[in-house]
């Protein structure tokens, strides 16, 4: 049998070029993920939150900072405590696969969620959480100092799938709590979404572009730039190493 020494045949080069492509494509959705969390980082930090009557007329990107308040569809409960929230974080955390007993990993975190109102003294708008990025803060809590009562109920609630975890986290936006917000304002056509007597004509949405801090602006843009880093390098990683195999065809 004689082998070429040609290079590799027909069939090679096309495996090669769809290979090349698919690796290129891979790397510019990377870099483009890389811009836009730079554009995020540079209009979180950078820029002060709007007035929300000023979000609501310009409409478009906008970032509010208020306090939040219950709509229409009210409140969920809390997972682990006797509390309501308008968003509610569970998670379930173990020792880490590694078996270092000092860090603790999320096994099982689901979220729960209901339209809500930011107020900012200029006006309200109404935000829906579905999907959002979510920077919510919570306490670690041992499986002691969890609301029994409260728990069971996430349990049927949720479905979720624990073992004896060795603790829990909740994390809460509760009605009353100061929140930021960044999303796109949108009107709602004329929806009664009400978070008390009067309608509410504009709301903040955007599934996972959508952000919703107690942490801060600082903090959000402080995640959104380390993904941005992340994005760069392995998205310049893949673009380059697609340009090489497509380059080996010419």
Same mark, same amino acid.
Request: no cysteine.
């Given at each position: ?11 090679? !080069? ?10 290129? @494509? ?13 554009? +995020? ?5 950078? $820029?002060? #939150?709007?007035?929300? $009557? ?7 990107? %906008? ?16 997972? &682990? ?14 020792? %880490?696969?590694?078996?270092?007993? !000092? %860090? +603790? ?5 689901? *979220?729960?969620?209901?339209? &809500? ?6 006006? %309200?708008?109404?935000?829906?959480? /579905?999907? #959002?990025?979510?920077? =919510? ?8 100092? *969890? ?7 996430? @349990?049927?609630? /949720? ?10 986290? !909740?994390? =809460? ?18 929806? #009664? ?31 959104? =730039? ?12 893949? /673009? @380059? ?10």
């Amino acid at each position: 049998m004689v082998l070429s020494a040609n290079g590799p045949g027909l069939g090679g !080069q096309l495996v090669l070029g769809v290979v090349g492509a698919i690796v290129l @494509l891979i790397g510019l959705i990377m870099l483009r993920g890389a811009w836009r969390n730079l554009g +995020l980082v540079r209009r979180i930090v950078g $820029d002060d #939150a709007d007035p929300i $009557d000023i979000a609501a007329v310009s409409g478009g990107p %906008s970032a509010v900072e208020g306090t939040a308040r219950r709509a229409a569809d009210g409140t969920v409960p809390a997972p &682990f405590s006797d509390e309501d929230a308008v968003i509610a974080v569970g998670e379930t955390l173990n020792p %880490s696969p590694s078996g270092e007993t !000092q %860090s +603790l990993t999320t096994d099982e975190r689901v *979220v729960e969620s209901v339209p &809500f109102v930011v107020e900012d003294g200029t006006g %309200s708008i109404l935000v829906e959480p /579905t999907d #959002a990025t979510l920077h =919510l803060e919570g306490p670690k809590l041992d499986p002691a100092d *969890v609301d029994d009562p409260a728990r069971d109920a996430w @349990l049927g609630r /949720t479905e979720a799938d624990i073992d004896s975890p060795t603790a829990y986290r !909740q994390r =809460l936006l509760t009605p009353g709590e100061d929140v930021y917000v960044f999303g796109e304002a949108v009107a709602t056509d004329g929806m #009664a979404a009400t978070g008390g007597e009067r309608a509410i004509d504009w709301r903040l949405t955007g599934g996972d572009d959508l952000m919703v801090s107690t942490e801060g602006r600082g903090l959000m843009g402080g995640s959104n =730039l380390l993904a941005a880093i992340v994005f760069l390098v392995f998205g310049g990683m893949f /673009t @380059l190493m697609g340009i090489i195999f497509l380059s080996g065809l010419l």
